[in-house]
């Protein structure tokens, strides 16, 4: 059966520490794997997607890289406006299928 | 468009009545698809459609349920005879081909 695991559920980081979020996948058919942020009340906004191992893509503080049976967020010295959950998800044949996310606290 | 538009943001229903929920796609986009959020993180897939044809409809309860991507109109999910437990946020999402799929701000559907 297809499935994606995010953890840790939820994080609390202070305002410049990094940290890395964990996206496990089981999927028949990897068509790509996207990472989303979604903030409270709003649709998730499109980060990155990676479709083959190896690959690597950056935007501002973000790093996302794909292996043959995960994927790593890394977030180099995050901010306050970092704060948000973070949602992974697999796209097979005919959709997507989302992990439960990472709900991110990034403290001053 | 430049976004995928959502209609309406709230809609509010009696248990048993009609819901219709719309969504344009962001413009040459020729897929769409249908989430719907019930936990805070919990996205369950609905329904996809490639331009008017359903791609995958594994996930639509079809005893209430049913979707249309019609041309030159906006996409829509119907749902007959609402029940308590289809409160929820739908979101739309498109995407051009097996690329970057974009969301709208959802519809936040309350069954009283």
């Known amino acids: 059966e297809d499935q994606v695991t995010q953890s840790p559920e939820a994080l609390r980081l202070q305002e410049g520490e990094s940290s890395s979020l964990n996206c496990s996948y089981t999927?028949?058919?990897?068509?790509?794997l996207f990472w989303y942020r979604q903030d409270p009340g709003k649709g998730p906004e499109f980060l990155f997607t990676?479709?083959?191992a190896g690959e690597e893509k950056e935007k501002e503080r973000l790093k996302a890289t794909l292996t043959k049976k995960e994927s790593f967020l890394h977030i180099t010295a995050p901010k306050p406006e970092d704060s948000a959950t973070y949602l992974c998800?697999?796209?097979?044949?005919?959709?997507?299928?989302f992990g439960q996310g990472t709900e991110l606290s990034v403290k001053p | 468009g430049e976004e995928v538009a959502q209609t309406p943001k709230h809609l509010v229903r009696g248990e048993g009545q009609k819901a219709k929920l719309y969504c344009a796609p962001i413009?040459?986009?020729?897929?769409v698809f249908w989430y719907q959020q019930v936990l805070k993180n919990e996205f369950k897939f609905l329904i996809s459609?490639?331009?008017?044809?359903?791609?995958?409809e594994t996930g639509m309860p079809k005893e209430r349920f049913s979707a249309k991507c019609l041309p030159n109109s906006p996409c829509s999910l119907e749902i007959q005879a609402t029940k308590l437990e289809d409160s929820a946020v739908y979101f739309c999402?498109?995407?051009?081909?097996?690329?970057?799929?974009?969301f709208g701000q959802g519809t936040r559907l309350t069954v009283v």
């Open positions: 999402a498109s995407s051009q081909s097996s690329t970057e799929a974009f």
């Open positions: 999927v028949s058919g990897l068509r790509g």
């Open positions: 990676l479709y083959s």
């Open positions: 998800a697999v796209q097979t044949w005919g959709k997507l299928i």
């Open positions: 413009k040459g986009h020729s897929y």
């Open positions: 459609f490639q331009n008017e044809n359903v791609f995958d």
